[in-house]
């Protein structure tokens, strides 16, 4: 149902519809960060503020409990460290620049 | 008649001469006839003085612009002759019907036709509504007597449009009661 | 075919149209000389005569938004408006025509403010002639009711999906009331048929997103689609007028030519005027002037092929302009008639008047000057000026 980008008028749908639900979904953002969200596995309590305040959906969670960050949308906003409570004052989730994080090999999906 | 005929309505905002016309014209088009009815739209507030027109034909009637020379003029309200120009473009021969105690002779001399052509009737519509519909609302009374002067639209067909129409706002009594007026009206109007 | 002779006021009419069409949402809000249209309706609903869901918004913009809405998510919507009405929605008015909704909304013509007047003059419409919508003139009550039937199907076709607006005189014929024939509701049921609508929002195993943002890349390909459907609009009105007159015996079509054939001299005109001025021609043709008329119906999409083919034999034509575009030129429908005769072997001369603005009345005397003075300019073969201020205190 995609759109070629080189459709001509004839062969886009009126108005300017979007007739593919969702799409927006492949719409890939996490290019855009500078800093990326790390989790530190020792200091998370699955509270999930983190899944719940991520703009971005871009926090996935599994069974009731903190699972992955989606590295493809994450926009590297930072709401989810900043709301992140920790254990004993240490979060759970890092900014750490985003390059740094890429160049030791640490999961860049 | 396939000549046009025009006519024209003074009264005052309230005494019902935009409701009066719009029947004619009901009671014109039941008839088979073609007829238009307007009002003249302006600031208005209760008791000043308003105009509306009718034209009735036997033949479809395309003309849009403003009546200019009615050859009939209907006053519902007898202090108008004093504040407008009730005579205004109207011919010669002219047919007046005027809502007044005064007789037609009276009305006449008030008017400044003796010794012309014109035609004048009066009737106390003002009474007649009175006395039978229980206030002053002179319109009823007027087309009953207006049907009269014209001749062109039977009592009956006049009766059975202000009935559809009157219902729409009034107890089947009322209605009723403005029937008895417009029968009085048609019985009484002088010339 | 059967229908049903009555009187009724050109508001009544477009009402009892409404009422008959049956639509499932009608947003309203008042203004003089259109209220009596959406009062009379909210009558209907209130009676039970009409089973439409009746949205009483705060403003006119609302008004349309509320339309826009009803529609998108797959309602056959309605409104109603004048002037000042038309021009608070002015931006969503643009929006119903971009998102393709078969909106259909009778217009009763009055001037745009200011200085403040509340009587007839095209402005309002004529404002809104590049908003992409149909525009279908009515001459009087009869026409204002078979417009708004054949807007629907016009609109609702799927090669169009355009808005359409159908105009009528203020207080001209708005409030006066006149015969015409109506059709029997069942009729009208059948003419309108169901509306199937193109996805709709409230299609939740289908969703789509609709109004989405679109940046240089893609923005002109979606107007240009739009500019197509007006294009196809035309056949469409055409075929939609032919299966009128097989229900009706009334036939309409682009524009209306009256004694046009072996006319010398014609005006062109648009709504009520068009009845006086026919009188006029008539009493002319008695004294032997060959006086023709064309009355433009379908004003967008502009059918300038068709017109200049109409007038091209003529020797001159005035066009007579209810509004003025203040362009320092002429008024908006010369613009457009003039501009169709362009490059015409021997085109008419051709001149503009501007009359009846803020209601000013136009009587046969002066329609007959018209018509002197395009004798005239036929005899001398040119004319003195192109414009003419028409019935203004000078």
Redesign the interface.
Known sequence: MSVPKD????D?P??????E??SAAKYETGGWRTYRPQHVPENCIHCLFCWLYCPDMAVIAKDGKFSEINYRACKGCGVCAQVCPGKRGNKALVMVLDEVAAASGNDAK | MAKLLEIRWHGRAGQGAKTAALVLAEAAISAGKYAQAFPEYGPERMGAPMVAYNRISDEPILIHSHVEQPSVVVVLDPTLIYAVNVKAGVPDDGIYLINTPLSPAEMRERLGLVGTDAKVYTLDATQISIDTIGRPMPNTPMMGALVKALGVISLEQLIEDTKIKLSYKLRPEVVEKNVEAIRRAYQEVAS | MMSIRVAKTGNEAVAEAMRQIRPDVVAAYPITPQTEIVQLFSGFVANGLVDTEMVTVESEHSAMSATIGAAAAGARAMTATSANGLALMWEVVYIAASMRLPIVMPVVNRALSGPINIHCDHSDTMGARDSGWIQLFSENAQEAYDNVLQAVRISEDPNVLLPTMVTMDGFIISHAMEVMEMLEDEKVRQWVGEYVPLNPLLDVENPVTMGPLDLFDWNMEHKRQQAEAMVQSKPVILQVAEEYAKLTGRRYSLFEEYKLDDAEIAIVVLGSTAGTAKVVADNLRQQGVKAGLLKIRVFRPFPAEEIANALKHLKAVAVMDRSDSFNAVSGPVFAEVRSALYGIANAPIIVDYIYGIGGRDVKPDHIESVYNDLAQIAAQGKADRLLTYLGVRE
Not at chain 1, 14 to 19: D, E, F, K, Q
């Open positions: 459709a001509g008028w004839k886009v009126i108005a300017g519809r979007i007739l639900p969702g």
